[in-house]
């Protein structure tokens, strides 16, 4: 997993692992207008779990 600013993978933020629960904290300089997303890089398919659990969340909070 990787978070992606502009639809570039932020290579210092990426997480892989083949199995499990995947957690992790960023801190991010962003711009005003910048577009994040989570996103599969890892080469193998991801499988998310089904409703009514989390498949995948991204909390986001804004520092001064």
């Not at 801190?27 to 409703?51: C, Y």
């Amino acid at each position: 997993m990787s978070i992606t600013i502009n639809g570039v993978p932020e290579a210092s933020k990426s997480i892989v692992t083949p199995v499990g629960e995947v957690t992790g904290t960023a801190i991010l300089n962003l711009n005003a207008g910048d577009v994040i997303t989570l996103r599969n890089t890892f080469f193998a398919p991801l499988t998310l779990a089904l409703a009514p659990t989390k498949g995948a969340k991204m909390d986001i909070t804004k520092k001064n």
